[in-house]
């Protein structure tokens, strides 16, 4: 167990400072040249640049201290030791690793996309590795666990909104705040597919009264387990299956089609399933 154990830190300390790498080169490289705001502390950190020449990855650190012992007090040790790793990495590949190499100004659009692209990846890897890069993420943690009837998501978009907003009038243009948004959308969808991979798929919810038809045809068809389900319709009294079905995204018109040829009045509901593990997708185990 203990093998184990030292061997998932080693992954996951590697796994952080290649984050650490990622994050900063999109902030060196592309976001801060191109006084482009992300958010949280790092967006604070571009505009405190932009002003007074504070060099970021220093301005990044210092003003995550106050961070540190607040997760220190209400979030624990193991996360605030990863999150302040991963911080002090940023914080050193910004200010002296990237210095030698030219960054880009050539096009904004480009420059937030890449950006956005590379900070998304950086936040990915630290949340798979079960801590952050600081920054706001910190005090919205600890007030979601305070008060869990707050929204974390509601929380970054409302601290992340107000930096935005102060970064237009500090470049004196709506554009960097414009710009600012591309970059945290790209970001937020990079992190999505590094948080739940590939693995997106569809949940199908058929309701038919030829139930043993359909799902015969779905596991022969598409090799796709189906649970079969009892249901009586409310209004008609009558008894019908229920049949829920997960798959992958290019299976679902072929689902659709099977129920068509066998039940036309058959009722299905689908919804994009953000993560699907198990026997014929990606292991359980994998995922973890």
Known sequence: MKKSYKYNLFVQIILILFGAVLFSAGLYFFIAPSQIVPGGLSGVAVMLNYLFGVPVGLAIFIMNIPMF?????????????????????????????????????????????????????????SFMCECSTGGLDIPNMIIQKKYPFFNIGVLVFVSDFIIVSISAF?????????????????????????????????????????????????????????????????????????????????????????????????FIITTTASEVVGDGFKALEKSI
């Open 69 to 125: 012992l607040l997760g220190l007090i209400y979030l624990g040790k193991r996360f605030i030791l990863k999150t302040m790793l991963s911080v002090a990495a940023i914080s050193v590949f910004s200010d002296y690793l990237f210095t030698s190499f030219p960054v880009y100004t050539s096009n904004k659009l480009l420059a937030c996309l890449f950006g956005g692209v590379l900070l998304g990846a950086g936040l990915g890897l």
């Open 170 to 266: 500090v470049f004196k243009t709506i554009d960097a705040a414009m710009y600012a948004i591309v970059a945290m959308f790209v970001s937020a969808k990079v992190i999505d597919l590094f948080t739940y991979g590939l693995d997106v798929g569809k949940l199908i919810i058929i309701i038919t009264s030829k139930g043993d038809e359909v799902s015969d045809v779905i596991l022969k068809k598409l090799s796709r387990g189906v649970t079969k389900l009892k249901s009586t319709g409310a209004y008609t009294n009558s008894e019908n299956s229920m049949l829920m079905c997960a798959v992958r995204t290019n299976e679902y018109y072929r689902v659709k089609r099977i129920v068509n040829e066998i039940d036309k009045s058959a």
